[in-house]
């Protein structure tokens, strides 16, 4: 069905706010899509919803509840296709069938194999006009976790690392506390929040005794927001390929956790967190392999913080969608640290990367990149 420039507009506009309305679930909904969704009817907004965690009711249901009787012969806007599987709450497709909508306007389609298209269908069957693709870049990029475990059956892979302007990340001595301010490490803490995973090294944890948990009172959102991303923290995966980290390290002491080790788990090891077996063909742990059984626990986004041998070897092996580079006004100094391990040779290997966003952070800079080609799947 061709529509009207002004409807496209207007189709635009409600759609912009549903994806904000998503955005309230940046820190809660995973395993699951963030979703949010308005209702319209005669260029009035007569019932907003989103989707806050799984087991609760999708964006669809929250918005028809506001909008009861408002919702016959009324347009919805949803920011991912509505589902038409029974999982853990009934399809959404029917509950819109249900309430009467005329038309339904969908940002993208759903690409989880339970759904891909059937909802959109099963709303046409019911004669309720249907529409796809309205501002699916920001609707794409809003999910971009969850669309890359349900496509590629890999979670979306974010590297953070801070450097000095020299592109330094710690001394020599191992020691990089603290390289960059305040500000830039609030919004570490924000990353590290509506990340499913928060990941890093043996070393890291032995030389900085860090513990890699979502801090309230560093996180400097609102109380609402902020209580939402401690209702859901991330679950920490350590890299240990020789389990040289010991149990009452302050890591351990801080909550639950996932080693990822090469070696037969010690009787140490016995009472204390998981301990996944994946080693690889080089005597170190398989991060594919590891990020794939990630994917199956249906977790959607990782956060690397790591040091240089770790992050490079992620980088090296093609799985970083995303960098995320702070950095400070500051030298370290030619004995430090690099930024990655990654040894090359002449310009033609230097990989190439997209900077897509560059920000100033208190008195840091962050600097978002992207590599070109994408992560390999
Ligand atoms: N500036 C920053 O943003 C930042 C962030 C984090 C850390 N750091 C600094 O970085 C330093 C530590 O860096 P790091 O990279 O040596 O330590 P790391 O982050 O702890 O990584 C080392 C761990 O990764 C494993 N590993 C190394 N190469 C691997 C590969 N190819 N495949 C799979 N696993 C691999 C190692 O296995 P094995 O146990 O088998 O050796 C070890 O467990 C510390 O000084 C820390 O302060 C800086």
């Not at 690392?161 to 960059?180: H, K, P, Y």
């Not at 890699?212 to 390929?241: F, K, Y």
């Not at 005597?283 to 594919?288: A, N, T």
Request: with cysteine.
């Amino acid at each position: 069905m061709t529509i009207s420039t002004e409807q496209a507009v207007l189709d635009a506009h409600y759609m912009a706010r549903a994806l904000e309305l998503a955005r309230n679930g940046h820190y809660t909904t995973h395993p699951n899509p963030r979703v949010g969704c308005v209702i319209v009817r005669d260029g009035q907004i007569v019932g907003e919803g989103w989707h806050v965690r799984t087991g609760e009711p999708h964006a669809e249901v929250h918005a028809l509840r506001a909008a009861g009787e408002n919702a016959r012969g009324a347009t919805a806007y949803v920011t991912l296709e509505p589902c038409s599987h029974h999982g853990r709450t009934p399809p959404c497709a029917d509950a819109l069938v249900n309430a009467g909508l005329a038309r339904v306007v969908a940002a993208m389609q759903d690409p989880n194999p339970a759904v891909a298209g059937r909802g959109l269908q099963r709303l046409e069957q019911a004669g309720i006009a249907t529409q796809s693709s309205v501002l699916e870049g920001e609707a794409r990029k809003l999910n971009e976790g969850f669309l890359k475990r349900m496509e590629h059956g890999l979670p979306f892979v974010r590297v953070k690392l801070a450097m000095s302007l020299d592109g330094r990340t710690a001394m020599a001595s191992g020691e990089s506390q603290w390289i960059t301010g305040p500000a830039a490490r609030s919004a570490v803490q924000r990353l590290r929040a509506q990340a499913s995973v928060v990941l890093t090294g043996a070393d890291t944890v032995l030389a900085d005794g860090a513990r890699l948990t979502v801090r309230a009172d560093e996180l400097g959102l609102d109380a609402e927001h902020t209580a939402l991303a401690m209702s859901r923290p991330p679950l920490r995966v350590l890299i240990d390929g020789r389990l040289r980290v010991p149990l009452d390290a302050p890591f351990f002491k801080a909550g639950p956790a996932l080693v990822a080790t090469c070696v037969a788990v010690e009787e140490q090891y016995a009472n204390g967190p998981e301990c996944l077996i994946v080693p690889g063909d080089d005597g170190q742990v398989d991060l594919r392999k590891l990020l794939v059984e990630l994917a199956a626990r249906g977790v959607n986004e990782v956060l690397v913080e790591a040091g240089p041998r770790l992050a490079g070897a992620f980088a090296q092996q093609g799985l970083v969608d995303e960098y995320q580079i702070f950095i400070a006004g500051k030298f370290l100094g030619s004995s430090a640290r690099p930024l990655l391990d990654w040894p090359l040779a002449q310009m033609k290997d230097a990989p190439e990367l997209k900077i897509t966003e560059i920000r100033a952070v208190g008195d840091d800079w962050r600097v978002t990149a992207i590599p070109v080609p994408a992560a390999s799947v």
